[in-house]
């Protein structure tokens, strides 16, 4: 099998020869999965493109003095609908078609250009949507939604798409083998997250099933995601631990955990996602105890498996003896992941009320998620057949994106403390007291700053595209 050369992959190889420890590398094959991969690769970086878009009216709409400027605070619910859509499951499952096209078998092709063109389409109707000029924004937790008929056909459409997108991945998984390895850890990773996502898309079709068509929009559509909302969690959450065990070994890092304890890890966080199927038949669907269940689930799941390999990354970095050189962008999206993801758990420990603590929360882990796969499109851009990122605003984005999401963060936890409610904008934050008008100041601050550090990302990804390798993978294939 060809694969492309990765100068930071000849460096941590070098290490692995030269410390003990496990490493966790995986090669993209150099054939048509490549082409598949890219085109995945292609979709995410729309969707960050039209989320950072949207993520300007959000930021101008609450933060003080320039709400009042800006005729946009009518138009923040649209706005946060669609930027979550399309940073969080778009971005997320447009990720994981890459990972699991590029370290899956190379049966079944059209099905996967097929479930990438269902998506792609879905995600085009989603954020054209609000310019229709209809339908109601609901804030439903995990997959926010518009009433208007543009918007549900294409989340459809899309949901149609990541529906075959598993499918594919999940019978096209390659075994183990008998010599298990670090590779062999990351692609079960993989496969777990693909089961975990299936499960989720059960969930998903159990609630359209059971959920009492009588109810408001809100209610409904937060019933209706609430369990495979739930369970996609264990989806993004091990496709980061697979971003950090690969991104480290990338690094240099040689880490204390052996590929079977890792793989006990994946499991754990796998095993846990089933707890979602029984939920559904112990209790009602719109049932406190039902809602509980699958918390408590998310909670024990990704804690027990999330710190173990969270350690032993961190533990792996501390060696300064061994770095490649050319690995600088790598290093700095994972620290900046584990930092973020590490401040979202620890916020969500405080959290009471519904205030804008919550969001914080969340930012922090999901977009430790995001920087861990950001990181991850550094890494493959060689063996997808591009040029590797390099130069100071490959070093530099991660930072500028994790800190402005850390000032973000720190502002929602701060304007939280004095109550201050969440998915409200403008005049309707009633903002009093000098405390809550500094915390959400810096709330906008750092969310400035994040959009010039997610920006930053995708400059430094399309420069990255302009300049394909030599012998793209793919196309020696098919020449021969």
Known sequence: MNTSVVPWKRGADHVAAAQPGSSYLLAVPADARARLARGWLWLGLVALIGSGLFSVLLVLSRTPGLNRLWPVADFFRVA?????????????????GLLWSASGSPRGLRWGWAALGLCATGTAAMTLAPFGGTGVAVMANYIPMLTSPLFIGGLLLFGAGAALLVLRSLLTALPLGGAFD????????????????????????????????????????EILYWGGGHALQFTWTLLMLVAWLWLASACGARLPLSPRVALL???????????????????????????????????????????????????????RAQRPEAAGPLRAALL????????GGVIGIFIGGSDVRIPAHYHGCIVGVTLALMGLVYLLLPQ??????????????????????????????????????????????????????????????????????????VVVVVRALRRPLAARPGRATARR
């Open 384 to 457: 997808l057949g591009y040029q590797a990122p390099r130069g100071r605003l490959a070093l530099l984005q991660p930072w500028l994106y994790g800190g402005g999401q850390l000032l973000h963060i720190t502002g929602l936890v701060w304007s939280g403390g004095y109550g201050v409610q969440r998915k409200v904008a403008g005049a309707e934050q009633v903002l009093h007291s000098p405390g809550e008008i500094a915390g959400m100041g810096l709330m906008g601050l750092g969310g400035a700053i994040a959009i010039v550090g997610g920006l930053l990302f």
């Open 265 to 319: 890890m994946f499991a754990l966080a796998l095993v846990s996602v089933f707890v979602t199927p029984y939920a559904y038949l112990a209790h009602d669907i719109a049932s406190v105890e039902h809602r509980r269940l699958l918390t408590w689930a998310m909670r024990l799941g990704g804690g027990v498996a999330i710190l173990p390999i969270g350690l032993a990354v961190v533990f792996g970095l501390h060696d």
């Open 336 to 343: 900046t992941s584990l930092l973020l993801f590490g401040a």
């Open 182 to 221: 670090g590779a062999g850890a990351l692609r079960f990773g993989l496969n777990a997250a693909a089961v975990s996502a299936a499960v989720a898309l059960l969930a998903f079709g159990g609630s359209y099933a059971e959920v009492p068509r009588s109810l408001d929009a809100r209610a409904y559509y």
């Open 80 to 96: 946060l609908v669609v930027h979550v859509d399309l940073s969080v499951l778009v971005w997320f499952v447009a990720l994981g």
